[in-house]
């Protein structure tokens, strides 16, 4: 007995072992707790029904579709036009030229109204948006919280800086008081491009959903919802894009006011306007491709899948029309600058060179436009002994694509240096140096492209493509930097021949009016591209979309809404031009002959 007892004082705790068991089962039993309750806390998206969206007896996506996508364009133009206007506007206050701060006005002036128009399309795509989708927007809004009544009071902001800013123009356009008219202007676009940046944090979340857990309940800092993988890609590339669709807009003004003017003044004035507006919208187009390059490597990153729908599944075709669409604006731009070039007396030294040019970019766009898999009846396949065209095939993959896409760069690059020169008479002691390094940098580059492409592309693995094309843009980009710069240190002192401004084709101006009918469909076709790839997600692996609709719409089909939101954009962009030149338009009183008794 006594063993017995000696044992079990020996193997029972000490009453302080005791205590301390029990305060650390306390412990455990508060941080269970705590976390269970910080779980409650936290709301995830709601798994929606099909009985949870409305039923209006028509297409709710259909609705929203056509008012994002004229919503969108409008405020493409919109936030473009006060960037490249400030630029003009300083370039005439710096060299004193009045000239340039009338056409900054001028542009103005078309944006204003098309301001007041995206106003009215905004507020009823979010009405639309909370009557057709009231539980998704209910999560949109819980996720961004007050970043909504940022949004709001940036717009508030926007509007009162571009009013200021448009009718104070003539009261505040000379000296010091031009200074603060630009400093204006600066605001403005310094507000616009922020409400842009904050508008696209919306779009990522939807692809790219951050700051949130699996579930989508919030987790993180407004901060983390808005930096997501696609944010500043996203962001880029619909910087360069609204200019460069902003510059084709205001280039068809200038083209509609050229094809009407009556006086020689008139014509030469709105020549100088669409070769302004052209420069623009090349200038802003040539990196676009590859902001948009990093966009979708970004996509693949984050998600194979999406990848693989965008550019290896039902979607793989549009980008054979996005190619189509592509080379229009390049071959109209060039077109433009061709024709533009018999305005200038020294022209005739570079003209040989446009054939060649020429060639090169129709032979890339036959490239681009060239699909790897044909779309083919089985006795066709049984022909052909594939889906594969045996000699035609290995232009559809992508190293033959980049290719063609950077040489058509670069030889729409050469065009605008060769219309610059056109006009000059180089003076510099070192002019045959810098035109044969100019020469060898184009040589060395072209040669880069090619060699690549092809040695990367087909006769190594396939993990090098992908570096192969940053070869390749890095050498296109080294062609247009250095050729900015050398041109500009060649051109110091230079002698400039005349030029007469309205001396070009009227075919030139139809030429423009392509520019924005590309650019509008374009925006739209990959406008499509970039929310199918969510598949059947309102918010992509947070929240579902069970709705009636929730499918990738057919091809055809999306091609006949991007055709309506196209047609019905330039029918009101018309309009706009209409009202632009109604309010230039004064009546002239009716003189009364009859004489008095």
């Not at 020294?346 to 040989?352: H, K, L, M, N, V």
Request: a neutral charge; hydrophobic letters at 55%; aromatic letters at 14%.
């Amino acid at each position: 007995m006594l063993l017995v007892v000696l044992l079990v004082g020996f193997i029972s705790p000490s009453p302080e072992a005791i205590a301390a068991d029990i305060a650390t089962h306390n412990s455990e039993v508060s941080e269970i707790a705590a976390e269970s309750s910080t779980e409650t806390t936290l709301i995830p998206a709601p798994q929606l029904k099909r009985s949870d969206y409305p039923n209006m007896g028509f297409s709710s996506r259909s609705v929203i579709w056509i008012l994002a996508q004229l919503h969108l364009f409008f405020a493409a133009f919109v936030l473009a036009v006060p960037i490249f206007v400030l630029v003009i506007e300083f370039i005439g206050f710096k060299y004193k030229d009045d000239r340039y701060d009338d056409m900054a006005h001028e542009f103005m002036k078309i944006s204003m109204t098309a301001y007041s128009i995206t106003a009215l399309f905004g507020g009823t795509l979010a009405f639309a948006l909370f009557l057709l989708y009231p539980q998704f927007m209910a999560y949109m809004m819980r996720v961004f919280n007050a970043q909504t009544l940022v949004y709001a009071g940036l717009f508030f902001a926007e509007s009162a800086l571009l009013y200021i800013y448009y009718y104070g123009w003539n009261a505040m356009r000379y000296g010091d008081a031009k200074w603060a008219h630009l400093t204006i202007g600066l605001l403005l676009n310094a507000v616009g491009t922020t409400l842009l940046v904050v508008a696209n944090s919306w779009s990522t979340f939807m692809m790219a959903p951050s700051g949130v857990n699996e579930v989508g309940a919030v987790t993180g800092s407004i901060w983390a919802i808005m930096k997501g993988p696609l944010w500043n890609p996203l962001n880029l590339h619909r910087v360069l894009a609204n200019v460069a669709f902003g510059g084709a807009v205001v280039g068809a003004y200038a083209a509609y006011k050229f094809l009407s003017a009556k006086t020689a003044v008139e014509k030469a004035h709105y020549d100088w306007m669409g070769y302004t507006s052209n420069f623009i919208a090349i200038l802003a187009f040539l990196p676009l491709p590859f902001a948009g390059y990093w966009l979708m490597a970004e996509i693949y990153a984050y998600s194979q899948q999406m990848g693989i729908t965008a550019m290896g599944g039902i979607l793989a075709w549009l980008f054979v029309v996005q190619a189509i669409l592509i080379g229009t604006i390049l071959l109209s731009a060039n077109y433009y600058l061709w024709s533009g070039m018999s305005r200038c007396e020294g022209s005739e030294r570079y003209t040989w060179m446009i054939k060649y040019i020429a060639l090169v970019l129709i032979l890339g766009f036959l490239i681009w436009v060239t699909p790897h898999t044909l779309i083919l009846t089985p006795s066709e396949v049984a022909t052909l002994g594939g889906s594969h065209h045996h000699t035609l095939g290995p232009l559809g993959l992508m190293p033959a694509k980049n290719i063609a896409v950077n040489l058509m760069l670069i030889f729409t690059f050469l065009s605008f240096q060769l219309y610059r020169r056109s006009d000059k008479i180089i003076t510099v002691s070192w002019a045959k140096a810098g035109n044969a390094l100019m020469v060898a940098i184009y040589v060395v580059a072209i040669v880069n492209i090619i060699f690549a492409g092809v040695y990367y592309g087909y006769f190594t693995n396939t993990v090098y493509k992908v570096g192969s094309s940053v070869m390749q843009v890095v050498s296109t980009l080294i062609v247009i930097v250095s050729g900015v710069v050398i041109d500009t240190l060649m051109f110091k002192n230079a002698k400039t021949l005349p030029s007469t401004w309205g001396k070009v084709t009227n075919f030139s101006q139809y030429a423009l009016f392509a520019l924005p009918v590309a650019f509008t469909w374009l925006m739209a076709l990959m406008g499509y591209v970039r929310s199918s790839v969510r598949t059947h997600w309102h918010v992509y692996t947070v929240m579902k979309d069970n709705s009636p609709e929730n499918y990738i719409p057919a091809i055809g089909y999306a091609g006949n809404m991007i055709t309506i939101a196209t047609v019905l954009f330039l029918l009101i962009i018309v309009f706009i031009f209409w009202i632009a030149s109604l309010s230039n338009t004064k009546q002239v009183p009716e003189v009364n002959n009859a004489s008095n008794c």
